[in-house]
């Protein structure tokens, strides 16, 4: 069976990163129809919209979406709906996906490139799970006005508005006690209950959604507490669940835990679990076109792809197990780079895992 992937590489780091990842799924002996479209800033330049009815279509008819990144500085002054953000905001809305997966792994070889003490972040494996389409990020009303009460009348004023109806928050919940009960069984529900109508009632809802998974133990953690709790001892967490904006800058901060940015996938599916699947960083413009940006968190997203969206586990793993190898090998780009390992550019780092994908497949194959 041919599989369709929608491959939208992007601005920036994007299109580098994205060409290995394609380079390793062209080694794994599957059959897949690749086609690929701009996307955000270069979709703008082509055709005057982050995202084009073209690129919509081919990410609907696709069975799967690989997204690159995102983005420049020098589109900040363009009109909101026309910068290169919007193309993914739009992805997850025409597409339904609601629930975004931002697994944080720290590899042992990694642990020294991790802000953290090693002990902390040895063998962290944490699943971050954030609520996509929801929250103070679509809610409306919002805009500019003149504040007619508040501490200043008068006075040029910004809203947004922060809600979440019941479905939205059962659905990720249901989301969040399936996926843990492929783990440990544990999940902390991340809120803001003390301060937020909106927050009391997700873990309200949350509380009741438990009732039907009786075998997975819930908590609930305030997003301060969780935020320190994470760069303290976050090999506490297991499962975690959140809104969009706490997971926003939750998954981030994982993300340091792991040692770099450029280590991390991530995955938004929809309720069929067809996904669009990105990096969990951006577009990187500080260093793009220097080929230095590590491709390993598309790489692992292509992993993610097959794994959930594809049905082919274990091509998944055979990534994943050549990604564990040319770490061990002691290839490092230059954000996990430390003393005593080689460094290598973006090319030479997919060039490894593809080398170590053919060499398993060699031997596997005899
Ligand atoms: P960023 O993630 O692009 O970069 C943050 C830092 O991490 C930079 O120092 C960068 O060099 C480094 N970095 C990121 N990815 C890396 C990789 N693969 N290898 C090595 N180093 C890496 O975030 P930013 O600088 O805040 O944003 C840059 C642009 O990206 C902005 O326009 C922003 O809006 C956009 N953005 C897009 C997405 C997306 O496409 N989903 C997500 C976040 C930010």
């Not at 390992?341 to 080398?355: N, P, S």
Request: glycine residues 8%; contains cysteine; charged residues 25%.
């Amino acid at each position: 069976m041919t599989m369709k992937i929608a491959i939208l590489p992007g601005d920036g780091i994007g299109t580098e990163i994205m060409a290995e990842a394609v380079k390793v799924l062209n080694v794994l002996d599957l059959k897949f129809e690749m086609e690929t479209a701009p996307v955000g800033g270069a979709a703008y330049e082509a055709k005057g919209h982050p995202l084009p009815e073209s690129t919509l279509q081919l990410a609907k008819d696709a069975d799967a979406v690989l997204f690159g990144a995102v983005g420049d500085w020098k589109y900040d002054k363009l009109e909101r709906s026309l910068r290169p953000e919007q193309a993914i905001l739009g992805l997850r809305k025409h597409l339904g996906l609601f629930a975004n997966f931002r697994p944080a792994i720290c590899y042992p070889q990694l642990t020294h490139a991790s802000s953290l003490k090693p002990e902390l972040v040895a063998g962290l494996d944490i699943l971050i799970i954030r609520e996509l389409t929801g929250d103070i990020y679509f809610g409306q009303p919002r805009g500019r006005r003149t504040a007619v009460d508040g501490h200043f009348p008068g006075a040029d004023e910004a809203f947004d508005t922060m809600r979440y109806s019941k479905p939205e928050i059962e659905r990720i919940a249901h989301v969040a006690f399936q996926a843990a009960r492929l783990r440990n069984k544990r999940v902390t529900s991340v809120d803001k209950a003390n301060v937020l109508e909106t927050f009391q009632f997700w873990k309200d809802v949350v509380s009741e959604v438990h009732q039907q998974y009786p075998d997975v133990e819930l908590d609930h953690m305030y997003v301060d507490n969780a935020a320190m709790q994470l760069v303290k001892a976050p090999k506490k967490f297991d499962v975690m669940v959140t809104g969009n904006m706490f997971g926003d800058i939750l998954s981030d901060a994982a993300a340091m835990l792991t040692g770099s940015i450029g280590m991390l996938p991530s995955a938004s599916l929809d309720k069929n679990n067809k996904g669009l699947y990105e990096p969990s960083h951006g577009s990187a413009p500080d260093i793009a076109g220097k080929g230095i940006a590590n491709p390993l968190a598309t790489i692992l997203s292509a992993a993610m792809m097959l794994k959930f969206s594809l049905n082919q586990p274990e091509a998944a793993a055979r990534i994943e197990a050549a990604v564990d190898a040319v770490l061990s090998q002691g290839l490092r780009t230059a954000d996990i780079w430390s003393e005593g390992t080689q460094k290598v550019g973006t090319r030479e780092m997919g060039d490894a895992v593809v080398a170590a994908i053919t060499t398993t497949t060699k031997t596997i194959k005899g």
